[in-house]
């Protein structure tokens, strides 16, 4: 019996420090991109639905100091919103964009007579890094380095062309072009081989002036 208890024993300690979070233990790197979100608000006087003279003039000059891009969402708030959204959506057309249906909660109350346009943009970025936090050496709990992940995930953060597309993925667009996905493979086959044409001819020697 006694032995059974010590055994008990043993394995409460073991069960103890198997539940002890050590993220840095794992093969998954702790330093991940964090997406963060800032909505910009512009009120334009819309008597109405529409937008009035030199309206449209002044939101696409608020587009410009945005430098509105790729990635960036649209969206028309306030009563007059559905009439609006069309002169809107042509002053955005010019950015390539397109007004996003419905919008979020943005602060205070969208004046009377007015339309709100709001610009929702996404950043994202990899926070505490570089992180030399720890010495690589001595490293007696077998833990990855405070910075690894640092370098790969902050390039990603930075490249990726829309960030919200680092917390979900893409839906189908329900068709697709079978001469579109298969042609990189084509330029690959059809492609001369690379030494077809011989060794050119290079010379390390500077050339005399």
């Not at 009120?43 to 790729?70: H, K, N, Q, S, T």
Request: overall charge neutral; charged content about 20%; proline content about 8%.
């Amino acid at each position: 019996m006694r032995s059974k208890l010590v055994l008990i024993a043993l394995g409460s300690v073991l069960a103890g420090c198997s539940t002890t979070d050590h993220p840095e233990r794992g093969v998954a790197a702790v330093n991940v991109p964090v997406v963060n979100r800032a909505d910009y608000v512009f009120d334009a006087a819309a008597p109405g639905g529409a937008l009035a003279p030199g309206e449209a003039e002044r939101l696409d000059g608020w587009f410009r100091g945005l430098e509105v891009r790729y990635g960036d969402s649209i969206y028309v708030d306030g009563p007059y919103a559905d009439m609006a959204r069309a002169q809107v959506a042509e002053v955005a057309g010019r950015y390539g964009l397109m007004v996003t249906p419905g919008a979020p909660v943005t602060t205070g109350a969208v004046p009377p007579g007015a339309v709100r346009i709001v610009v929702s943009r996404a950043q994202a970025g990899v926070p505490n890094c570089p992180n030399w936090r720890d010495a690589s050496q001595p490293n007696w709990e077998n833990k990855m380095l405070s910075n690894f992940g640092c370098s790969v995930n902050a390039n990603l953060a930075a490249q990726v062309a829309n960030p919200v597309d680092l917390i979900h993925g893409r839906e189908a667009l329900g068709a697709s072009d079978a001469r579109t996905a298969t042609k990189p493979v084509s330029h690959y086959r059809n492609a001369p081989p690379t030494g077809t044409k011989g060794l050119q001819d290079i010379s390390t020697k500077k050339d005399d002036q």
